[in-house]
């Protein structure tokens, strides 16, 4: 069973950035769809971005187009989010989801990195 580790949140003002990290336990990384999920308080849940096991294909909420890049190096069992233009309204726990063909209200999750975005 894939486990995963985020790290690099934090605090960052308003038009910073932050870049996010997860690492996956299993070396089964590379077959895996990876995804960035946030949840603010009082809000539901939301996909922020998403990217195949290659790296070839990846998607993105709108509120994030434009600002946000997903990237994985599978020598390293990594993904990341590279978080540019930071709004407020991107604070939330970020979670880090591994898919393997199952969907994602299946999926394997961490246990989250917290981004506080600051006026």
């Known amino acids: 069973q894939v486990q995963l580790v985020e790290s690099g949140g934090g605090l960052v003002q308003a038009g910073g950035s932050l870049r996010l990290y997860c690492v996956a336990s299993d070396r089964t990384f590379s077959t895996y769809d990876m995804a960035w999920f946030r949840q603010a308080p009082g809000k539901e849940r939301e996909l922020v971005a998403a990217i195949s096991p290659s790296g070839g294909s990846t998607h993105y909420s709108n509120p994030v187009k434009g600002r946000f890049t997903i990237s994985r190096d599978n020598a390293r069992n990594t993904v990341y989010l590279q978080m540019n233009s930071l709004k407020p309204e991107d604070t939330a726990v970020y979670h880090c989801?591994?898919?393997?063909?199952?969907?994602?209200?299946?999926?394997?999750w961490g246990q989250g990195t917290q981004v506080t975005v600051s006026s």
């Open positions: 989801a591994a898919d393997s063909g199952t969907g994602w209200s299946r999926a394997t």
